[in-house]
Structures are given as structure tokens and as C-alpha cells.
């Protein structure tokens, strides 16, 4: 281990995690956000959905860790929701089944500590980019009108269960011109979608009624900044107004 400790965040999902630690993902800004102050770490891999999420959450959770993580970033939706594969191999999983899954990685993770953990709901995609940029094989039920039902049960969900949620499914659609700008490949994220996901993300930690928060301004920062420079801007509030760009309004497009 790493020290000195700190509060570890860990973001676990399928791609939209896995790809989120490319240049100008959501992961990696968060990461930088947290650089001084807590641990972004990534335990989420293409091609996941739920189902097989029930299966590693205990390698990937263990409840007798010594180090258990302060926040878990929870992403499944957008696999589970294709249709089912002719073969039977597909990654469908049915909207009970995904929302009986989600229940449990949400019950799973809630011991680790108040709110310990919020999910981010399936996003819309851009259906016409999928098929130009993946082909024909991968536009097949890969479905807006499909894909919604999961959103909007996740969301019922986590207002059941008290567990906060991100609305990527409304809040990108918010975006001007979001079909043109928020994804490379009609699924996975641009920069600027990804920038949305870190400043609702953050706006989950800063109005959450955490104890201690994790709210990344209110984070101890690790190793002194005054070097003894008289009259000089130190580095502390550098560091502040570096991320400035990424703060919210509170209450947007939360539960």
C-alpha cells in the first residue's frame, strides 16, 4: 500500500467505466480533481452488465477488506439492455432481472457506510453514429426506445432503495446538439459528455450529507503547500480554482 491512507473512489461499471480513464474522460478528470486528496481507482471492463457484475462484486468488494472504498460509482444499463443474442450469449439481461441486480450491488455496497455509493443511469446513444462507426452488426438493438426503460427504472429504483443517482439519460439529451457532440462512436463518451458526468458527479459528493464529506474542496490535501514565499498566491488556492470550471449549480438533474 501506497500511504499516506486516503479515501478511495472506485468506479465500477462496464466500458463507459473502463473508457472513462481515456484523454479528457470522466475517470481520468476525476482523478485529477482527487489528485491530492483521494484515490480514483477503476474496476469496471468492457462488455460488463449486471449479471456478471453479481458475480465478481464480491472479488471486487470483498466485505472483510481492512480498506473498505469511501464511494462507489456504480454504471450498468446500456449492455443489459440490448436484445437478447439468437445465440443466447448476448449481454441482455431483462429489465427485472437488471433492476433485481442493481438492487443487490446497491445493498451490497450500502454497509460500507452512509451513501456509499450512487449510480449513474443509462445514457441515450446516437444510433445513426453506432451504425457508421461500428457497423451493422453493432446498430442491431442498440435501441433509444429500448434502452430508456432501464433509465427510467434505475432511477425509480434508487429513489426506493435511497441511493443517489446521476440522470445521464436526461442530462445529455440536455446538451445543444447532443447527438453531434457526446459520443465518438454513438455510445461511448466525447470530452465534453464526459465533462457533464464529472460536474453532476461532483454535485452528488458536495450535496451529499456525508460525514466526513468527500466533497473534493473539503478534503484534507496531503503534504504541505507553504514554502515560506511572502506575498505570493499559494499553491493551496491554485489548486481550488484549477477546478473551478467543473462546479454545478446546486439540485440539477439529481435525485
Known amino acids: ?8 473512489i472506485v468506479l465500477f461499471g462496464s466500458s463507459i467505466v473502463q473508457y472513462s480513464f481515456s484523454n479528457g474522460g470522466w475517470g481520468a478528470t476525476l482523478a485529477d480533481v482527487y489528485s491530492r486528496t483521494a484515490d480514483v481507482i477503476l474496476r469496471g471492463y468492457g462488455g460488463w452488465n449486471s449479471r456478471f457484475a453479481l458475480k465478481v462484486l464480491d472479488q471486487v468488494f470483498p466485505k472483510d477488506a481492512v480498506v473498505q472504498p469511501s464511494l462507489v460509482i456504480v454504471y450498468f444499463g446500456g449492455n443489459d439492455s440490448m436484445p437478447p443474442h439468437p445465440s443466447g450469449k448476448g449481454a441482455h439481461v431483462s429489465l427485472s432481472e437488471f433492476i433485481d441486480n442493481m ?23 446516437n444510433e445513426r453514429q453506432i451504425q457508421l462507426v461500428l457497423g451493422i452488426d453493432a446498430i442491431k438493438g442498440r ?17 426506493e432503495i435511497n441511493v443517489k443517482c446521476v440522470d445521464l439519460w436526461n442530462v445529455i439529451q440536455q446538451q445543444d446538439d447532443w447527438l ?11 470530452a465534453k459528455a464526459s465533462e ?8 452528488v459528493v458536495r450535496e451529499a450529507e456525508w460525514k ?5 474542496k473539503s478534503l484534507p490535501i496531503e503534504f504541505p503547500f507553504d514554502y515560506g514565499i511572502p506575498n505570493s498566491l499559494s499553491l493551496a488556492e491554485l489548486e481550488l480554482f484549477r477546478n473551478e470550471q467543473l462546479e454545478l449549480p446546486p439540485s440539477t438533474a439529481l435525485l
Open 103 to 125: 438492487r443487490k450491488i446497491g445493498e451490497h455496497l450500502l454497509p460500507f457506510g452512509q451513501d456509499a455509493c450512487h449510480f449513474l443511469s443509462p445514457p441515450p446513444m
Open 196 to 203: 457533464v458526468v464529472v460536474k453532476e458527479v461532483l454535485k
Open 180 to 190: 453531434n457532440t457526446c459520443f465518438t462512436d454513438g455510445i461511448h463518451f466525447t
Open 1 to 8: 500500500m501506497v500511504g499516506p491512507g486516503r479515501p478511495q
Open 143 to 159: 435501441r433509444n426506445e429500448v434502452c430508456r426503460p432501464y433509465a427510467e427504472a434505475l432511477l425509480t429504483l434508487c429513489n
Open 212 to 216: 466526513p464529506s468527500l466533497y473534493w
